[in-house]
């Protein structure tokens, strides 16, 4: 079985400090670890993933997330908070074979203030 | 491309009706999932297909069927509606393969049982 925690589900920073979202995974077998944004009224969009190459992963929008093995975590952060990452974001887990089903985490409601 | 197509966008039901929400992908993909979501739960898997004519239950699959007749459509039943089916369902696709294929999802469709 695999999991995922997000710890937080509210997060309020403001416009330009640095975002840390977390995320803690649960599994027995190698994961593959995904960060998705839901922005208001829409289906979920791909921020970035891990697939077991580079520990530190880049993703769209200069968001980016380090997967610490020793930590089980999969944090994502960006240095500088923009007005329009304010989103609901999800940490996911899946694993090899099964058909590629994910488990959301619950979700982390980023707000940004001015 | 359209990508993810979700049809319709809203509905209202009562208690014990059915209805069939359509999901429509033009990337040819293997792989097609159907999720909720509800405050604070995330995205919870329903069920999911892993190619034309198959189907396979998720979490959550009790109250719900689905079909997979077409390659590029996967509908999603329910046959006697219950106000705990109350939620926001977002259909997705993806590449088969290995794992660590990102899931495409469509805009999702808004379902109210009274």
């Known amino acids: 079985a695999q999991s995922v925690t997000q710890l937080g589900s509210h997060v309020s920073v403001s416009e330009g400090a640095l975002v840390l979202l977390r995320c803690n995974y649960s599994?027995?077998?190698?994961?593959?670890l995904f960060w998705y944004v839901q922005y208001p009224n829409q289906g979920l969009q791909l921020l970035l993933k891990?697939?077991?190459?580079?520990?530190l992963v880049k993703g769209i929008n200069g968001f980016e997330a380090e997967f610490k093995k020793s930590e089980t975590s999969f944090h994502l952060t960006k240095p500088s908070a923009h007005m329009s990452d304010a989103a609901e974001y999800f940490c996911?887990?899946?694993?090899?074979?099964?058909?590629?089903?994910?488990?959301f985490g619950t979700g982390t409601q980023l707000k940004v203030e001015l | 491309n359209a990508g993810v197509t979700q049809t319709p966008k809203f509905r209202v039901l009562k208690t014990g009706q059915s209805m069939t929400l359509l999901c429509a992908q033009d990337?040819?993909?293997?792989?097609m999932y159907w999720y909720r979501q509800d405050p604070g739960m995330g995205l919870r898997l329903i069920h999911y297909?892993?190619?034309?004519?198959?189907?396979a239950k998720g979490e959550v699959p009790d109250g719900y069927n689905v079909s997979r007749l077409k390659k590029q459509n996967f509908l999603l039943g329910l046959e006697s509606a219950a106000p705990s089916q109350t939620s926001v369902y977002f259909c997705?696709?993806?590449?088969?393969?290995?794992?660590?294929?990102?899931?495409?999802f469509g805009p999702g469709t808004r379902l109210t049982v009274l």
């Open positions: 891990y697939t077991s190459a580079a520990t």
């Open positions: 996911a887990v899946t694993s090899r074979g099964g058909g590629n089903k994910l488990t």
């Open positions: 990337m040819n993909h293997e792989y």
């Open positions: 297909s892993v190619g034309e004519g198959t189907t």
């Open positions: 997705a696709s993806s590449y088969e393969g290995l794992a660590g294929n990102e899931q495409f």
């Open positions: 599994s027995s077998v190698p994961p593959y």
